[in-house]
């Protein structure tokens, strides 16, 4: 019986394979990188676990003794949970208001009929999304610098006193969240505008017959359809919550440490001890603790996507 099976299941593999073998073929290409840039690089998360040696290499090293020393360090010292906090609590907020701002931005200019003007507000909304975090950084500092900044000059205007924004951690988190909305929203609003852009028409014709207004259109037929979407862009997003955005950290916050309470993450952190120790291995094991948390976060959150709505989650 068993051997049936096997055989029954190999032909059906077979016969997949030759009714799709042009998609197959076309999928190599992408498969092959995906293993060469994704998995093959996997092989060094030993360094974590060994006395990291250049002239000896990944695998000539010796292991460290004990096998958990580089992970020491992150342990005992508090400027890991804060980076870890800060890397949570960030990017959860950067992925909640960009996807609110992105559905949002999606849902009204669905509604809009004048087509010049729809592309218009999409390339200008879609721009922020090319520039450098270098000119943002410059664009940031000359807004919020104590002296010259924008910002200040503003506030001198109206009688108010300079506020020394560089030294004011509490004020950051708010800011990194407006700079991402203002780069990312853009960007995302194109994924939801294309799922609606398949929406069928005979929904919202059937809902106009009964007399539905725009408002009630978009919230109950365009929003409920963008709700597998949400989810899974938002699932994808969590895979990488404990990555945060290395060039907006360190391009906009620097080495200032006035701002660490609030703007430290867990990629500053590690790029910082890999700079001032120099040791590569406590680096690696820095990294491996970042992984392992995001791998867990994507299980529970996919579980969650799951019961809340059958075959929602990615997996």
């Known amino acids: ?4 099976r096997q055989r029954g299941r190999a032909k059906g593999v077979a016969l997949e394979l030759n009714r799709n073998a042009i998609l197959y073929f076309m999928a190599v290409p992408g498969i092959v990188l995906l293993f060469l840039f994704n998995y093959l690089p996997m092989a060094g998360v030993l360094i974590a676990f060994k006395n990291f040696d250049f002239a000896d290499g990944i695998f000539g090293s010796e292991w460290a003794k004990p096998i958990f020393n580089n ?8 400027t890991t949970f804060r980076a870890t906090r800060n890397t949570i609590l960030l990017n959860l907020t950067f992925i909640v208001c960009s996807t609110v701002v992105a559905v949002g931005l999606a849902l009204l200019l669905n509604e809009v009929r004048h087509k010049l003007f729809k592309k218009s507000v999409q390339s200008f909304t879609l ?3 090319f520039v450098s975090w270098i000119v943002v950084s ?19 205007w109206f009688g108010l006193e300079k506020v020394n924004w560089y030294n004011t ?10 700079i991402t909305i203002w780069k990312s929203a853009g960007y995302n609003s194109i994924l939801y505008i294309a799922t609606l852009s ?11 017959i009964d007399g539905a207004s725009r408002f009630k259109k978009m919230r109950y037929i365009s929003l409920p359809m963008l709700k597998p979407t949400i989810i899974i862009l938002s699932l994808l997003a969590i895979g990488r ?35 001032v120790i120099g040791d590569v291995g ?3 094991a820095a990294s491996f603790y970042q992984s392992f948390i995001a791998f867990f976060l994507v299980l529970a959150c996919n579980r969650w996507a799951n019961k809340y709505q059958n075959g929602s989650g990615l997996f």
């Open 1 to 4: 019986m068993n051997e049936k």
């Open 241 to 275: 919550i404990m990555n945060a955005d290395f060039g907006m950290f360190y391009g906009i916050i620097g080495d200032n440490p006035n701002l660490y309470a609030t703007t430290d993450v867990l990629d500053t952190f590690i790029f910082r001890n890999l700079r």
């Open 198 to 208: 398949g929406v069928d028409t005979s929904y919202y014709e059937a809902a106009e």
């Open 169 to 178: 951690p509490k004020a950051w988190p708010i800011i990194l969240t407006l």
């Open 71 to 78: 992970f020491n360090f992150l342990f005992t010292s508090e």
């Open 282 to 284: 406590m680096a690696s």
């Open 127 to 129: 721009l922020p999304f």
């Open 138 to 156: 410059v664009f940031a500092y000359s807004i919020f610098a104590f002296d010259q900044g924008i910002l200040n000059q503003l506030l001198g």
